[in-house]
């Protein structure tokens, strides 16, 4: 499926041909840090297979919780993450962050990882009382 999106500013846009099949759910402990939610959201891609039509992107490496190094692409400008991939092997593994995604309607998760850090409450929050706008 070809798809396009861009960080929140506009300044980083993108194009990519993804695998529906490949969009994961992270509720590990640095995914909840680096996105300042319960989870985080990612479709799994080749490097190959990822476009960045414009923008600037700025990289900060961490260490994952496997001992793995990982580098996390954002916007210079908004600080909006795109993606982050590996090093060595991995480094064209690419996880493009799907809330940037124009077509994330029609990506739904395809399965969850790390469920042992997950919230407490993530599987609550649809018997909660929901406003269409606020």
Request: hydrophobic share 40%; net charge negative.
């Amino acid at each position: 499926m070809d798809v396009t999106g861009g960080c929140f500013c506009g300044n980083v846009r993108f194009a990519a041909s993804i695998d529906p099949e490949a969009v994961v759910v992270c509720h590990c402990n640095q995914c909840q840090r680096l996105s300042g939610s319960p989870y985080r959201v990612s479709v799994l891609v080749d490097e190959d297979d990822v476009q960045i039509l414009s923008g600037v992107l700025r990289e900060y490496w961490k260490m994952a919780e496997s001992g793995a190094k990982r580098a996390q692409a954002f916007c210079e400008t908004c600080g909006g993450p795109v993606f982050s991939h590996g090093e060595g092997e991995a480094a064209r593994d690419f996880a493009l962050r799907w809330g940037l995604i124009d077509q994330r309607a029609d990506l739904p998760p395809r399965r969850q990882i790390w469920c042992e850090e997950a919230a407490p409450w993530v599987n609550e929050i649809a018997s909660l009382p929901g406003a269409a706008r606020e």
